[in-house]
């Protein structure tokens, strides 16, 4: 495919560039789905995109969910294959205002970013800048994140429906499409109709670097602990007083120091605080709670249950509450019986002369509730790097290749019936 067909690159880019410059930030705190009025203005357009490339019953349903089916043009019995990406940005950091900064046969040495402002890519400080040079990187000004996570994969799903448009002699069997609100949220799956989407499998356009193909992530769980303290004036307090945010510091130590995420890699799980605000009449504390392994991840949470009953035993039963609930779940057992979906995308990516890395997702993926859904939905690169962030960037070539994964996964598809 990569030697057949020509990626437009700058097609691919033009496109890349329209969708990053609609804000799409999702919000947490919001109750709504999606959680930001600017998703709908990105689901329409590219609603308005699939219909002039061909795709039919496009829909954007009340949610911002965007779905649409490319028919088949062979008479081969092929399974319904799908591919999906997310419409938001993550809410890490500013996403409004991108100014993408187009760099040109990188030289290997520092990215200028902003000057003014000081932001500058160093390959000391970003490793796999190495592997790139001579090519065409793409990062923001500095002042926002880029986007890539996930536009890129927006805009190499579009790119190669417009390469199927434009070359009908590539057999493929019916391909359906979907864009998802507020993944970045945890809430991309939602409201995802699996039965109307009508795929017999799908791959999410969602991972990282060159080569990316994962089909293992987190169980995940989240927890809040609140705390009741008891404020009493620092002259009196001897013996009465109760400091919420000392019990909740108490609460962190007895969680293992070494099983934070900055210590973690690979298979290794970890407890991690993300929020912590107190006073001395108040305090709540919450963390995420990973691991790929089921049978550790519930130790987990059982662990963090029993260091919250040791500080009840000790301060007060009554005051101190812990709400726990899981997020998702390792997609690998729902797809390691169907290891052929693994084995087409790991085949189209050796066509084309790109290395499959294997590795496990260290976060969580739409791919995973869906394959729970009875949509089994492994991950595929996009080509970005360090998402969610001022240095966020990606390679030009990189997206190519993503768009050529797409075309091969479904000619391969097409050609073994």
Do not use: W
Request: proline share 5%; glycine share 8%.
């Amino acid at each position: 495919m990569a030697k057949d067909i020509r990626i437009d690159r700058q097609a691919l880019t033009d496109r890349f560039f329209r969708y990053i410059a609609v804000d799409t930030q999702s919000d947490p705190a919001s109750k709504e789905s999606p959680s930001t009025p600017g998703q709908f203005d990105l689901a329409h357009m590219l609603a308005d995109e699939l219909k002039a490339l061909g795709v039919l019953d496009v829909e954007v349903d009340d949610h911002a969910y965007v779905m649409g089916r490319l028919p088949a043009n062979t008479s081969a019995r092929v399974p319904v294959i799908g591919f999906i990406a997310h419409l938001d940005t993550s809410p890490d950091m500013a996403g409004q205002d991108v100014r993408p900064q187009i760099h040109k046969n990188y030289d290997g040495g520092e990215l200028i970013l902003h000057k003014e402002k000081g932001f500058v890519m160093k390959p000391s400080d970003f490793p796999s800048l190495k592997k790139y040079k001579g090519q065409t990187l793409i990062t923001s000004d500095g002042t926002t994140l880029l986007g890539a996570d996930d536009k890129a994969g927006i805009a190499e799903i579009m790119t190669a429906l417009h390469v199927l448009q434009e070359h009908p002699e590539i057999q493929h069997g019916e391909i359906r499409i979907g864009f998802t609100p507020d993944e970045e949220i945890g809430r991309g799956a939602d409201h995802f109709d699996v039965k109307r989407f009508g795929a017999d499998f799908a791959y999410t356009m969602d991972g990282g670097e060159l080569g990316e193909l994962q089909y293992e992530n987190f169980n995940a769980a989240y927890a809040k602990i609140h705390i009741e303290g008891r404020n009493i004036h620092p002259g009196e307090a001897k013996d009465k007083m109760l400091n919420a945010s000392l019990v909740g510091m108490e609460l962190n130590h007895l969680l293992p120091a070494e099983e934070r995420p900055e210590y973690t890699t690979n298979y290794e799980g970890f407890y991690h605080l993300t929020s912590f605000q107190g006073t001395v009449g108040q305090a709540s504390l919450e963390y995420i709670i990973r691991d790929h392994n089921q049978q550790r991840f519930e130790s987990r949470k059982a662990h963090l249950r029993h260091s919250v009953n040791q500080l009840k035993e000790r301060h007060g039963r009554q005051r101190i509450r812990l709400d726990m609930k899981d997020q998702y779940y390792n997609m690998y057992a729902r797809i390691h019986d169907q290891m052929h979906i693994i084995d087409l995308a790991r085949e189209a990516m050796e066509k084309i002369g790109v290395e499959p890395l294997i590795r496990p997702i260290r976060g969580g993926t739409d791919g995973a509730r869906l394959s729970y859904m009875g949509l089994p939905c492994p991950n595929l690169f996009a080509g970005g790097h360090h998402f969610h962030g001022s240095y966020e960037y990606i390679p030009l070539e990189s997206m190519v290749k993503a768009t050529q994964i797409i075309l091969e996964i479904v000619k391969l598809a097409a050609s073994k019936k």
